[in-house]
């Protein structure tokens, strides 16, 4: 079932929207050669606690995963796509480092992610990163009244496609709000004009996922989280939590690293309107 929200459940979702983008924010400022997955998880979890909010991915136990999440923020590397379990490992320089983070403040929820390189980038890393931010804002700008479900998919898809990025098609957005996990689902890659009619009031976590070797593969790490690409490559994520209103696209994590390119879509996309 979609649930559309109220103005204020929006403003709701926005304020813990503006948490989880300072914590994200200061996640990036640490990152650096030496410092272990395991710190940054600990940084998020202190900041959070200090808001009076609470880390929406702790003890989450899908019916997918084996065990329920061990941690407060999802910290990928390299290979790792999405849902890396932080460890102790030591960031190194160079290293492709995607982290994600919901929280639950009042009682509504905000989703975001961001990919960035730990110290010197590879070109081909940080192409890599600034598609995905791309295909983000492309989804983000298609997020409009009016529009459809397969509007911002395809907008999505078709950024990933043009840089020979694969896609891992199976996996994607979804409604956000009350509950980290709600309906719909929000593809990466469908075709323009199909699927569900976007409506005022309808909140959903955006997040293109996008591998380096061109391959939509994964496979599921032995810890039953971790998803790795197929060839190795490495791979990116970034993810807002958006507002479809009567004015355009409202990115409600705009405080996230890098928040700042689907918030001018937005606002570009309003303005077209
Ligand atoms: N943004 C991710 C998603 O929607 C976060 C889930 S992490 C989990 O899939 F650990 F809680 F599952
Ligand atoms: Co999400």
């Known amino acids: 079932m979609i649930e559309l929200k109220s103005a204020g459940e929006i403003d709701a979702v926005t304020a813990a929207g503006a948490v989880v983008g300072s914590v994200l924010t200061a ?34 136990h899908p019916r997918f995963a084996p065990v329920p999440y061990p941690g407060v923020i999802c910290a990928s590397v390299n290979d790792a796509v999405v849902h890396a379990i932080p460890d102790d490992y030591a960031l190194r ?34 192409a890599l990163i600034d598609t995905c931010e791309r295909a983000l804002s492309a989804g983000v700008a298609a997020a409009v009244p009016g529009a459809k479900m397969g509007d911002i998919a395809h907008a999505i898809g ?37 699927g569900l009619r976007l ?13 380096a070797g061109g391959r939509d593969g994964y496979y599921h790490d032995r810890d039953g989280w971790t998803l790795r690409t197929v060839d190795g490559s490495r791979a990116a994520h970034t993810e807002h939590t958006i507002a479809v209103t009567e004015s355009g696209p409202r990115v409600l994590t705009a405080g996230r690293p890098s928040g700042r390119l689907a918030v001018a879509a937005a606002q570009t996309a309003g303005a077209l309107r």
Request: hydrophobic share 45%; aromatic share 4%; charged share 20%.
């Open 93 to 126: 320089d160079g290293d492709l480092l995607s982290v994600d983070l919901a929280v639950h403040l009042d009682g509504w929820c905000a989703d975001a992610a961001f990919s960035a390189v730990v110290g010197a980038a590879d070109p081909a890393d940080q």
């Open 27 to 60: 996640v990036d400022e640490h990152a650096a050669p030496g410092v272990t997955l395991r710190e940054l998880d600990a940084l998020a979890a202190d900041l959070i606690a200090a808001t009076g909010a609470r880390p929406s991915f702790l003890d989450y």
């Open 158 to 194: 078709v950024v990933g496609r043009a840089g020979g990025y694969g896609l891992l098609a199976d996996h994607g957005g979804h409604g956000v709000g009350r509950e980290m996990h709600e309906d719909p689902h929000v593809p990466n890659e469908g075709k323009p004009g199909r």
């Open 199 to 211: 409506r005022p009031g309808l909140v959903i976590a955006i997040e293109p996922m996008l591998t």
